[in-house]
């Protein structure tokens, strides 16, 4: 089942190509067997000339105030992970040309412009999934300037072709961009509790008087097991007289 990507398009009031745009979108990811299916979820001109001409040099991840000032107010709030913004300026100052994909934390969206050919819009979209880097081949969809390309429809190198088709969102990156919600507050270190102090465990005083009681017993001379030694005397003189006597009855 193909995956959905909803787009929200804004563009100048009076503009009517963005539909172009789509459909090369959606042409190109086929061509890569992408298995992404491109959905317009909300489309809607703006007057009042804030899209005219947009500053967004340098393209980074981190968009410039302006950019950053018009994907707060024109973008959708809340947007899901499988949701773009697609804003149409009617011309981009500064050094870049036909588009930037430059995501405000908690929206991801491109900036193209009216004047670029429709496959720049497949190119900023396939940035989202490839990273901000481009390709020195010309016939290659990354190639830096869209309107030079030599191949329609263009081609992606192996592990292009295998990053569209994973799916996985590559731009913002985790943490990068803007952010429009309110700061959070300073943390606070936390004070660390010094542990009690450890009570001091007194020894019986038994026990060291059941161990001298010990020792006591143990150095004391032990009676001997043959009785006194005037006994002993006697044994030996009697033993002494018995033997001579034997050897006479051997004889």
């Given at each position: 089942m193909?995956?959905?990507?909803?787009?929200?398009?804004?563009?100048?009031?009076?503009?009517?190509?963005?539909?172009e745009?789509?459909?090369?979108?959606?042409?190109?990811?086929?061509?890569?067997?992408?298995?992404?299916?491109?959905?317009v979820?909300?489309?809607?001109?703006?007057?009042?000339?804030?899209?005219?001409s947009?500053?967004?040099?340098?393209?980074?991840?981190?968009?410039?105030?302006?950019?950053?000032?018009?994907?707060?107010?024109?973008?959708?709030?809340?947007?899901?992970?499988?949701?773009?913004?697609?804003?149409?300026?009617?011309?981009?100052?500064?050094?870049?040309?036909?588009?930037?994909?430059?995501?405000?934390?908690?929206?991801?969206?491109?900036?193209?412009?009216?004047?670029?050919?429709?496959?720049?819009?497949?190119?900023?979209?396939?940035?989202?999934?490839?990273?901000?880097?481009?390709?020195?081949?010309?016939?290659?969809?990354?190639?830096?300037?869209?309107?030079?390309?030599?191949m329609?429809?263009?081609?992606?190198?192996?592990?292009?072709?295998?990053?569209?088709?994973?799916?996985?969102?590559?731009?913002?990156?985790?943490?990068?961009?803007?952010?429009?919600?309110?700061?959070?507050?300073?943390?606070?270190?936390?004070?660390?509790?010094?542990?009690?102090?450890?009570?001091?465990?007194?020894?019986?005083?038994?026990?060291?008087?059941?161990?001298?009681?010990?020792?006591?017993?143990?150095?004391?001379?032990?009676?001997?097991?043959?009785?006194?030694?005037?006994?002993?005397?006697?044994?030996?003189?009697?033993?002494?007289?018995?033997?001579?006597?034997?050897?006479?009855?051997?004889?």
């Open positions: 193909a995956r959905i990507v909803r787009l929200h398009l804004r563009y100048p009031q009076g503009w009517t190509r963005a539909p745009f789509v459909e090369k979108l959606q042409q190109v990811f086929d061509v890569f067997q992408a298995d992404v299916s491109f959905i979820a909300s489309s809607a001109g703006v007057a009042g000339g804030r899209l005219t947009v500053n967004a040099d340098p393209c980074t991840t981190a968009p410039t105030a302006e950019v950053a000032a018009l994907f707060r107010d024109l973008a959708p709030a809340g947007m899901a992970d499988d949701e773009i913004a697609v804003l149409f300026a009617a011309g981009l100052s500064g050094s870049v040309r036909w588009g930037c994909a430059q995501c405000p934390q908690g929206r991801r969206g491109v900036l193209v412009s009216c004047l670029a050919p429709p496959i720049a819009l497949a190119h900023e979209v396939a940035h989202l999934y490839l990273g901000p880097g481009h390709d020195a081949d010309s016939s290659n969809l990354m190639f830096a300037d869209s309107a030079a390309l030599s329609d429809p263009p081609i992606l190198l192996a592990t292009q072709i295998a990053a569209l088709q994973g799916g996985t969102w590559v731009l913002p990156p985790p943490g990068g961009g803007l952010v429009f919600t309110a700061a959070p507050p300073p943390k606070t270190r936390a004070r660390r509790k010094r542990p009690a102090p450890a009570k001091k465990t007194r020894r019986k005083k038994t026990k060291k008087k059941t161990a001298v009681r010990r020792n006591r017993t143990a150095t004391k001379k032990q009676k001997p097991r043959h009785g006194t030694t005037k006994t002993r005397r006697l044994k030996r003189r009697r033993a002494a007289k018995a033997r001579p006597k034997r050897a006479r009855k051997r004889r």
